[in-house]
Structures are given as C-alpha cells and as structure tokens.
C-alpha cells in the first residue's frame, strides 16, 4: 500500500475506485462501504488502484474540540487497517490545510488526477468548505457514484459519533456490537505507584493517550500474551479511596504464572480489549474494604470469562 499526505503526492491514474471518510474505529458501517468497493473493484480488470481519501486527525476535533470525546483508534491504526484490507493508495491527510477547499475545486482535483472514478461514499456523505458538497453534488460531476444505505443496530444508525458517545458512557457492549469487535485501548505503560500490588492486585498502568477512556468504573476486559488470552479487571478513575487526583487506567490481569509475569515485564506497550462494564466507581473507607470488594470484583470477571471469553479483533496495531 502507497501512503500519501499531500494533495500533491497524488499519482495520475487512468481508474480509481475511490471513498472518503474519517474511518475512525472502523465500525460496520465503514466496513459496508469497503465490501462494496472492493466486491465492485474485483470485477474489472484494472483493480488495483484501490483508494482511500482520510484525515490525520478527525475534522471534528479541529473544528469543534470542545464536543470531541476522543479517538476510537490510537494514532497509526488506519494504515494498518486498510493495508490489511487490500487498499492501493492511502491518502492520510492533513484537515486543517484541506478545509477550505470548496466542493468545485475539490472534484476538478479529482478529476485532474484520475480519468475514471468510481466513488463509494455512505448515503450522508458530505465535503467541502462549510460541508457544501453532498451525494447529488458528487452524482451531477461523476457517472459512478455508489451510495451505500445507512447501516442500522436496534433502530439506530451506526456512526463514529454514536460509539463514542457509547464508550463515554460505559456502554461497552453496544459499542463493540456496533464496532463488530472488542474495542480496544493501546497504549505505553507508565510507573504506577505500587498500591495494587501492596494489596494483592498488581496492575499495568496506562498512559491516557487520545482514544476514548470509558466512564470512571470497573471492565470486564481481555488481555492477549502471545497466542493466550486472559481475563483481566480494568478500573478507570481517580481512586476516591485514597482522595485521588490524577486520573487512571489501571489493569490486573488474572491467571498469569511466574513466566508469564516475566514476559509481561517485558512490554512497553499493552492492549486492552474491553467486553463490559461491571460496576460503578466507588469511594470506600479504607484500603481493606477495597481489597475485599476488588476479590469480588475478580469472581464476577472470572464468571463472565467463562461465558463469554472471547475477543474479536480483525486488526493488530
């Protein structure tokens, strides 16, 4: 796969099959659209010009910072992602120099570049300076445009918006239902202060970094060594127990023998696969009532383990 940054790394193609969009997290709806330009791209004989127009960082979060929550993704997971998935040409561009291109000048790039394009874009696209572009805009300057139908779960449509609102919020299994897999927070590991292991629950602790951290509670969540996956209780917060300030994403991982403790030393950077929230944040009075309320927070992970203890997780950055 080519990775391009700049409008002017862009090659000349004689045909593209092409969409647009910000492809955070990769959700099901994302998803549909790729199927589409692929399955159609697989029946021409020129198929490899496979192409797709995103953003470094979300339009949103430059447009209007005050509402964004946070990415899905960490930072570098699209590329990986669409290589995987078979894309050519991956454009990873930068919003802020791309924002106020209107939709005219952006299509007449378009077509400068590239002879043919057939273009995949969801049924709500828009583009453009001040979002002026839309489907019918797109319609009335190509022969090949393909709408993708909304793609729906429980009545409501799927978007990038929606799931972070969801992670937010806690409600991790709706989120991963409409992400199609675990969602997943990868990150460097920072020193932590040893007060896990001082009561029997040695974590991993996690650098906040620009993904979505999950309301303040305790996660069931899954961590991977190697080809083994373990069950793990994941707490986020600010320990109220101990009037703390900073806040924390802390994982005790279940199960780990000596070895495997070793190789776990070993990792700077960990990834955490979250499946479902167990409990609220709570302020306790004293370090051995949360010792004895963290032995019943592992009973209910353990349990759910046993239930349900897989992960789904197509991508590996």
């Known amino acids: 796969m080519k990775l391009i940054e700049t409008l002017e790394d862009f090659p000349n193609l004689e045909e593209v099959f092409l969409t647009i969009g910000n492809f955070d997290g990769f959700h099901l709806g994302h998803k549909k659209i790729i199927d589409e330009l692929m399955k159609f791209s697989q029946q021409k004989e020129s198929n490899r010009n496979r192409f797709v127009i995103t953003f470094k960082k979300s339009p949103l979060e430059i447009l209007n910072p005050s509402i964004f929550k946070g990415y899905v993704f960490p930072f570098g997971c699209k590329e990986e992602v669409f290589e995987k998935l078979g894309i050519d040409y991956l454009a990873n561009l930068d919003f802020l ?37 839309d489907v019918d805009f797109l319609k009335k300057n190509f022969e090949n445009v393909f709408v993708v139908d909304k793609v729906d779960f429980d009545g409501e449509r799927i ?3 929606l799931i972070r609102d969801l992670i937010s919020n806690g409600e991790i299994e709706k989120a991963n ?97 979250f499946v479902k929230k167990t409990r609220e944040e709570k302020k306790l009075h004293n370090l051995e009532e949360l010792k004895n309320l963290l032995y019943n927070d592992r009973e209910v992970i353990l349990s759910l383990f046993k239930a349900n203890g897989g992960i789904k997780d197509e991508f590996h950055c």
């Open 97 to 133: 120099l791309l924002k106020d291109i209107t939709r005219e000048e952006f299509v007449n790039f378009l077509k400068e570049k590239f002879k043919r394009i057939n273009i995949f874009i969801g049924y709500d696209f828009r583009f453009g300076k001040e979002n002026m572009g």
């Open 159 to 161: 978007s990038s918006s």
């Open 177 to 273: 239902r409409m992400l199609g897999r675990n969602y997943f927070i990868y990150s460097d590991e920072i020193k932590g202060d040893g007060l896990g292991r001082r009561i029997g629950f040695p974590t991993i602790n996690l650098k906040i970094n620009e993904q979505i951290l999950p309301s303040t509670g305790v996660y069931f969540t899954i961590y991977k060594l190697k080809e083994r996956i373990f069950p793990a209780m994941t707490y986020i917060g600010k320990r109220p127990t101990i009037d703390g300030t900073e806040m924390r994403n802390e994982t005790n991982i279940i199960g780990l023998n000596e070895v495997e403790v070793m190789e776990l030393s070993k990792i700077k950077k960990h990834k955490i696969y």
